[in-house]
């Protein structure tokens, strides 16, 4: 045999497939993107909007135009993938430009992107080469095909992967070889078992049923589930799926209405239907849903055992868009809430993960670690008196339903007040009533939640993590209902500053009630002082001009201490709710040197013990914080191929976070500490370290002595995994396997777009 023929047959055998027999995209193709291209393409915040999540999103192309846009003066078109275009034309009408298509001599696009990667290799678990913007902030060029050569020139380190350890000779050429056969694209839509489609039915003969009633309880239910990925039979299949409005009824193929917000006019018959989720689920959009028989019977029994009463269906109009309690009044308020309460981490996801994938609008507003309680529904007077509720719901309209650039201050005036009307009425409606351990919710393991914030992202776990925060929330309807339809219902991603000013405005005045709901738990007399410590220096401004005063007369009845009273209500709330604590934590909150989990195996229980030295302190004292970025992963092996992962958390330390601007002249990095908790705690990691079980305590002693960038570079070298180093996605979408692992359910690829260079 020649060489030549060898080598044919080396690649037949090496690589599965033939030179000239053609590729298959779901076989051969989607794989590659899914591990090495998703991690940055997909969702809105996609570089050049190129989704490499399912073959759609690849035929769709790229856009020079950005989603994310903090500036713009008038809001964009929407190019929602898989509802605002369907197919190719249909995209090139609205200026995508393919990435496949070769034309006037020239190899398609990402032919050459990947080309032009291959050809300038990273070194080996090295430092970027000075100057390469990875940031989110950065500019995309976006070059269409006839600007490649000036891109090139101008970007010699900008091919794809970007600025990451690149692919495999096999995928390398996989992929070029696919591109020259045409780019053909042969995806299988998600079928529904057999057990899902009889539930799909079930639930849209519920949703789709005759009477007023029934219109408006599947209108309320779909604003409250439109973002969910909803599954059936405990997520076993792995299909997930989604709520839309359709012009087809139950039976057809469904042709969903494209409407800018779940509560905009669909201006059309219509039908609610239940479709699969298509391409690659990824962890930062998956914000899931179960649904199931006895929870379709849960959904009967709250809305319709009841005789409530409507006369007339509401619009569509700007007011009712601003006013969900004015919208819905008609349906008992116990029965809304009761459902968010039942799912209550679900609908904080929705509006701390979502629906935007890259949130600092909003999320700036948030300190970076707090706990959240709920109201519970028996002592909820929006729920129990029908006076009081009469009078507070005209006040709880909210703002961005109109975004004129001249109108912003006049826009936040006025719904300021609005909501600060509400708070008097209902501080004097509550003084009253003293606040009673039986008015904290707690039926299930929903009712206590963490809140991490990494600058502009965050993440949402059940239970108490982490050391006892500077700030609590307590949330009864009318705030988890405001912040519901504020920043998921009502926020337009691809809206203009004034819409997102509007937006960020009032979640400022929202989470400001919520904390201070929270200080009624606690003694009169320490309202004011911690209120005091949450609202530092430029805070006290604000306090002043823009907020209502807290009640510091109304006595609490929970009989907590004085001194430390956050402190001892914090732990009271531990102890009395252990059994609906999801997320026990002796690391964070070290009992008697007990500082790991009884069922972790011996050589975690050493590893945790000595991770649990990097908590409870502050920069100051361990200077090494300084140098952390704010989501580590560390990955731990121990015992025959097996392996823990932790997230190693940054909680930033702010003044105040009550303004809009200016978040890094209120920040205080001294104050800065750090939560080390197992399992994969944000969607976007900045960074990996890889280590043995036995190097855990090394690894913790070389933290802490670290006291300057050389002393930190020497840990980065001997166990980081930098964006260049040779075996960086296999350490990468190990992540990824690890949440398929333990929690299926809630398993998705990982953003690599926050990746810093260490």
């Not at 999540?53 to 078109?77: C, F, M």
Request: a negative charge.
């Amino acid at each position: 045999m020649s060489c030549r023929g060898l080598l044919a047959v080396l690649m037949v055998s090496v690589w599965g497939v033939a030179w000239g027999e053609p590729l298959s995209y779901q076989r051969d193709i989607q794989p590659i993107f899914t591990a090495k291209c998703v991690a940055c393409h997909a969702c809105y915040d996609s570089p050049c909007q190129l989704n490499l999540g399912s073959g759609e999103g690849a035929l769709r192309g790229a856009n020079k135009l950005p989603v994310y846009d903090g500036t713009r003066t008038e809001a964009q078109p929407t190019t929602r993938l898989y509802l605002d275009a369907h197919g190719e034309a249909a995209w090139r009408r609205k200026e995508f430009h393919s990435v496949l298509d070769a034309g006037a001599g020239q190899a398609a696009l990402m032919s050459r992107m990947l080309e032009l990667g291959r050809s300038q290799p990273l070194a080996a678990n090295r430092k970027l080469p000075e100057g390469l913007d990875i940031g989110l902030d950065r500019v995309n060029r976006c070059p269409l095909p006839s600007e490649f050569e000036t891109y090139a020139r101008d970007n010699e380190h900008a091919g794809m992967p970007f600025a990451v350890a690149g692919l495999d000779e096999r995928e390398y050429t996989t992929l070029q070889r696919w591109i020259e056969q045409g780019a053909r694209v042969d995806e299988r839509p998600v079928r529904p078992s057999v057990g899902e489609a009889a539930q799909i039915a079930q639930w849209e003969q519920m949703l789709n049923a005759s009477g007023m009633r029934q219109a408006l309880v599947s209108r309320w239910l779909y604003e409250h589930l439109f973002i969910a990925h909803l599954y059936f039979d405990e997520g076993r299949t792995g299909h997930f799926f989604q709520l839309v409005r359709s012009r087809t009824p139950t039976g057809q193929p469904v042709d969903p209405i494209a409407t800018r917000a779940p509560n905009h006019d669909p201006g059309t018959a219509f039908f609610y239907r239940i479709r699969p989720i298509e391409g690659v689920i990824v962890h930062k959009t998956h914000i899931t849903y179960p649904l199931s028989q006895a929870r379709l019977e849960r959904v009967r029994s709250l809305f319709f055992s009841s005789d409530w009463r409507l006369d007339t269906l509401p619009g569509y109009g700007t007011q009712r868009r601003a006013n969900p309690f004015e919208t819905f009044e008609a349906i008992p308020a116990q029965a809304r809430y009761q459902f968010m309460l039942d799912n209550a981490e679900y609908f904080v996801r929705t509006f701390i993960r979502g629906p935007v994938c890259r949130g600092q609008i909003a999320t700036d507003v948030i300190r970076d670690n707090f706990w959240v309680l709920f109201q519970d529904p028996r002592h909820d007077l929006y729920l129990t008196d029908a006076t009081y509720r009469a009078s507070a719901t005209p006040l709880l309209a909210m703002p961005g339903q109109a975004d004129d650039m001249g109108e912003l201050l006049n826009f936040w005036n006025t719904y300021r007040e609005k909501r600060n009307r509400y708070e008097q009425l209902r501080s004097q409606a509550y003084a009253e009533t003293p606040a009673e351990w039986a008015d904290i919710w707690s039926e299930n393991d929903n009712a206590l939640l963490t809140v991490f914030r990494q600058h502009d992202s965050a993440s949402v776990r059940k239970g108490l993590i982490g050391e006892i925060p500077q700030t609590l929330w307590w949330m009864d309807f009318p705030l988890l209902e405001r912040t519901y339809y504020q920043l998921v219902v009502n926020f337009d991603v691809y809206g203009n500053v004034s819409h997102q000013g509007q937006t960020r405005l009032y979640f400022d005045l929202i989470r400001n009630g919520a904390e201070v709901n929270f200080l009624r738990l606690l003694p009169a007399d320490a309202r004011q002082p911690i209120l005091n410590q949450w609202y530092e220096k430029s805070g006290q401004l604000k306090l002043w001009w823009a907020y209502t005063d807290v009640d510091t007369t109304t006595p609490s009845a929970l009989g907590v201490e004085q001194n430390d009273s956050k402190g001892a209500f914090a732990e009271q709330l531990i102890e009395r709710h252990a059994a609906i604590n999801a997320s026990p934590d002796r690391i964070n909150r070290c009992l008697n040197g007990h500082c790991y989990r009884d069922a972790a195996p011996a050589p975690l229980q050493l590893a945790e013990q000595a991770l649990s030295r990097l908590t409870n302190r502050i920069a100051a004292s361990l200077p090494v914080i300084d140098r952390l970025p704010e989501a580590t992963v560390l990955r731990v092996e121990y015992g025959q191929g097996q392996r823990e992962i932790y997230s190693l958390l940054r909680n930033r330390a702010h003044t105040n976070v009550a303004f809009m601007f200016g978040e890094q002249r209120r920040y205080q990095p001294r104050r800065d500490t750090l939560t080390v908790y197992p399992g994969v705690l944000s969607s976007y990691p900045n960074f990996m370290f890889s280590l043995s079980a036995d190097e855990v305590p090394a690894f913790v002693g070389a933290l802490e002595r670290a006291q300057d960038q050389a002393a930190f570079d020497r840990v980065v070298e001997r166990w980081g995994i930098r964006r260049s180093h040779p075996d960086f996605w296999r350490h990468f979408n190990d992540l990824g396997a690890y949440l398929s692992e333990t929690d299926p359910v809630e398993a998705g690829v990982l953003d690599m777009n926050r990746y810093q260079n260490l």
